[in-house]
């Protein structure tokens, strides 16, 4: 069974920063995401990265303030978040999948994390 595991969520202030983790139980991904929903909201596409680290996606809105990146195992990802705003408050879900390209939809994705809450304070 495969098992994606975020971590590095928490509290910060507006204008902080927070770099969040997903670490996989397996190494044989195409591709990872970053995706967040709000209370009430849909499901939100942040960032994906190929296995290779070579090809990354952003959401248009976030591209310059959010980076992803990949340890070189390639099991480890990375969202670092700068410039954080509370209209970044949401929980931030992990994503893997196995197909050729990189998605930017939900559907895109096999495999899902647990979670990690990011609050950003006013």
């Known amino acids: 069974q495969v098992h994606l595991v975020e971590s590095g969520g928490g509290l910060v202030q507006a204008g902080g920063s927070l770099t969040l983790s997903c670490t996989s139980s397996?190494?044989?991904?195409?591709?990872y995401g970053w995706f967040r929903q709000a209370p009430g909201l849909e499901r939100e596409f942040v960032a994906a990265?190929?296995?290779?680290?070579?090809?990354?996606v952003y959401s248009n809105s976030l591209k310059g303030r959010f980076t992803i990146s990949r340890h070189n195992t390639g099991n480890t990802m990375y969202l670092q978040m700068n410039s954080l705003k509370p209209e970044d408050t949401a929980v931030y879900y992990c994503?893997?999948?196995?197909?050729?390209?990189?998605?930017?939809?939900?559907?895109?994705?096999?495999?899902w994390g647990q979670g990690t809450q990011v609050t950003v304070s006013s």
């Open positions: 994503a893997a999948s196995t197909r050729v390209v990189v998605g930017s939809g939900p559907g895109d994705y096999d495999y």
């Open positions: 990265i190929h296995w290779s680290g070579r090809n990354t």
């Open positions: 397996r190494r044989t991904f195409s591709n």
